[in-house]
């Protein structure tokens, strides 16, 4: 016999029923799914194939303004989602969410080339160059002296030109 380690529910003989604590952590866990439902985009729901029911619940949650009934609402999408299989959900949550911290990742990467040649310039250029061997050279050259030109000193913004340069970089490191 396995001793539970401290915070894990004991194990459970699979003839009983749930115990009252599992059934209240599955419905708060269906709730909490549910509440990731409605902050998602409305082309994401419907990659979701959820039934229409939820889906009409969903809509609700979001017009509702008044807390007290966003609440009840939320209880309400709670309670579908425990006659749903919530693990395609959770997979496609995570997905999304793992895509999210990808692209978080690939715009700091650019921020930070974009910093580095606007502080650095010529050295940066190289260094870039250096990951990227197929660089255009002088059309780099013309977008970080461009951005260079148009940062106004010390704020690190660099305008129109700036993101232009961001954008490029953006496609360059994608």
């Known amino acids: 016999m396995t001793v539970p380690t401290s915070g894990s529910p004991p194990p459970q003989d699979p003839g009983e029923p749930p115990s009252k604590s599992q059934r209240k952590r599955t419905a708060h866990a269906a709730q909490d799914l549910g509440e990731a439902l409605v902050g998602l985009r409305q082309s994401e729901l419907e990659a ?11 809509g609700d949650a979001r017009r509702i303004r008044s807390r ?3 609440a009840r609402q939320r ?4 309670k579908l ?8 959900i959770r997979r496609a949550l995570g997905a999304r ?6 692209e978080t990742q690939r715009f700091k990467r650019a921020e930070a080339w974009r910093q580095r040649l606007l502080e650095e310039g010529e050295s940066a250029l190289d260094d870039l160059s250096h990951v990227r061997p197929d660089l255009d050279r002088p059309h780099w050259q013309r977008l970080v002296s461009a951005a260079r030109a148009a940062a106004p000193s010390g704020t690190g913004s660099a305008g129109p030109a ?4 961001f954008r490029a970089l953006r496609a360059l490191l994608g």
Not at 75 to 78: A, E, F, M, R, V
């Open 75 to 78: 209880q309400y999408i709670g």
């Open 68 to 70: 007290a009934a966003a």
């Open 97 to 102: 969410s793992e895509h999210d911290a990808q």
């Open 162 to 165: 700036g993101r232009e340069l």
């Open 81 to 88: 989602m425990r006659g749903i299989d919530p693990e395609p």
């Open 48 to 58: 979701l194939d959820l039934p229409e029911a939820l889906l009409v619940a969903i």
